[in-house]
């Protein structure tokens, strides 16, 4: 197959860079040298909010002299056992779940734990989390965490 990628002009925080073209949100970070704590967003015109840029692996289609802008983390507010919590992420853990629940978390041999959600994004509008899984969060997500005992 054919590598269909090539060089384009893109601003980062109102400065000019060279980019190939499709790249990847890590590669982005990297070449804007955005720091620890900030997070980059693609502009969009309209009133419409700038969406934010996954600093991962996943591809990155850009267009010659598009701009994005660094920005500090978003914060967002998620209903943990009915109790309001902050977090930074775009996405939780099972295991951050649970914590966000209980503190301390309670441990033992027959301690487990059955995490449910709901009003999350289009892309995981409620379920259930298992050991091991992360869920993409936004604001107002609700997650339930029982203790359950093995038996």
Do not use: C
């Not at 054919?2 to 070449?31: F, M």
């Not at 600093?55 to 009915?82: A, C, T």
């Amino acid at each position: 197959m054919e590598n269909h990628t090539h060089e384009v002009r893109i601003h980062i925080d109102e400065k000019a860079y060279e980019s190939p073209n499709p790249t990847t949100g890590a590669a982005l970070y990297a070449l804007g040298n955005v720091k620890p704590g900030m997070e980059l967003f693609r502009e969009v015109t309209g009133d419409r909010e700038d969406p934010e840029v996954d600093n991962g692996p996943e591809v990155v289609h850009l267009k010659q002299d598009e701009h994005f802008h660094s920005g500090p983390q978003k914060v967002y507010h998620v209903i943990v056992n009915g109790r309001k919590k902050e977090v930074s992420t775009k996405t939780l853990t099972f295991d951050q779940v649970v914590a966000l629940a209980f503190n301390p978390v309670p441990s033992g041999p027959n301690v487990q734990f059955s995490v449910t959600y709901r009003k999350g994004p289009k892309k995981n509008p409620e379920g259930t989390m298992t050991e091991g899984e992360t869920v993409r969060i936004k604001n107002g997500m609700i997650f339930d965490v029982t203790e359950t005992n093995k038996s």
